[in-house]
């Protein structure tokens, strides 16, 4: 089996250490796995599988000559810096930031949506991971799609504080243990108190009123699915650790009942199907933890559209939302668009 050297960029952040456990989890064919961050990060120890310790190397320094694939999550203006660098050494970068997602000549890949988009890797040899609320909502549609073709989409999002990163978690933990102390601390990450609340911001504002997050599902949910698909998003934070929950409402062109839609979620890839029309038989963020399916529950008609579905759509934002669609990318990858490992060539 050929195997290939990969770099994990941002290895000390959440979604880095889930990249490192997804690599390992799923026997990724590695022949060697190199943890980078900042240089505040020199030294540190993240962990690959359950025996294997990595010390973090500085990513200003590193050579990526001889580095196969870069699996990169540490921000939007680190990915700009080193990912044409990263791939004009000749390594693929798969990136988790919105930097690349837009760009015609990056492909913005799903898996289990259009993983024919790869072919197209070697423009620039960087692949953009999408949106983490956007993974998990193609997902759901794209089964759809094939049956009976999406017109509209309108989705509502309850997005856990992972991902805004590991000083999000750390803002809810304070405040809701300062809140019972009679002591409520002051916001810093969010923009209001998120401890037994609810925030509709996520991202910046733009100009027309939706939010840069609200842009992104729709606009890449184009750029993957269907360019003719209209979207109008609603992103909110909630006061969860890890997992987003959806709320989609779809209008198709044609006709498919809720019993057909049943019968194509139960055969689709990626896709759990936990739909029982009885108290608690539907999926919450705390049963998708650690899950690498999008779950999907209240499957009903929406009675206001001629040809309309309504669904809950749930998944762990930092494994499908993040790390494993990363995985899974480069999966695909090697098995059918990577030339040999360099090691091998040379």
């Avoid at 840069?212 to 599902?217: G, I, L, N, R, V």
């Avoid at 006709?255 to 055969?267: L, M, Q, S």
Wanted: charged share 25%; proline share 4%; hydrophobic share 40%.
């Amino acid at each position: 089996m050929q195997k290939y050297k990969v770099a994990i960029v941002g290895a000390t952040g959440n979604v880095g250490r889930e990249m490192l456990q997804i690599l390992h989890e799923r026997n990724f064919p590695v022949s060697e796995v190199v943890a980078l961050a900042s240089r505040d990060s020199i030294g540190k120890e993240v962990s690959f599988g359950d025996t294997d310790i990595l010390k973090v190397q500085a990513l200003d320094d590193y050579d990526f000559s001889d580095t196969d694939i870069v699996l990169s999550s540490a921000g939007g203006n680190i990915s700009a810096r080193f990912a044409p660098k990263a791939a004009a050494a000749g390594a693929v970068v798969i990136d988790n930031t919105s930097h690349f997602r837009m760009d015609p000549d990056v492909p913005l890949v799903v898996p289990e949506v259009n993983p024919e988009a790869l072919k197209d890797f070697g423009k620039k040899n960087i692949i953009a991971n999408p949106n983490c609320s956007t993974i998990q909502m193609v997902v759901a549609l794209k089964p759809l799609h094939e049956v009976a073709k999406i017109k509209r989409v309108v989705v509502s999002t309850y997005q856990s504080v992972s991902g805004a990163g590991k000083d999000a978690m750390d803002e809810l933990y304070e405040q809701t243990k300062s809140m019972f102390m009679g002591n409520a601390k002051e916001p810093s990450k969010f923009t209001k108190r998120i401890a037994f609340n609810v925030i509709p911001h996520i991202d910046v504002f733009m100009d027309d009123g939706y939010t840069k997050e609200e842009w992104k599902m729709m606009e890449e949910t184009k750029k993957i699915l269907d360019k003719n698909i209209q979207v109008a998003a609603t992103c909110v934070r909630v006061p969860v650790f890890v997992a987003h929950s959806e709320s989609i409402n779809v209008e198709f062109e044609s006709e498919i009942t809720v019993e057909d839609a049943f019968e194509v979620f139960e055969e689709a890839e990626g896709i759990v199907l936990t739909d029982r029309r009885e108290n608690g038989g539907y999926s919450t963020p705390a049963e998708a933890i650690g899950h690498d399916g999008v779950f999907i529950s209240r499957l009903r008609k929406d009675p206001t559209v001629k040809y309309g579905l309504s669904f809950w759509c749930v998944s762990d934002n930092l494994r499908k939302g993040a790390a494993l669609n990363a995985v899974q990318i480069a999966e695909v990858l090697i098995r059918d668009y990577m030339k040999v490992p360099k090691a091998k060539a040379a």
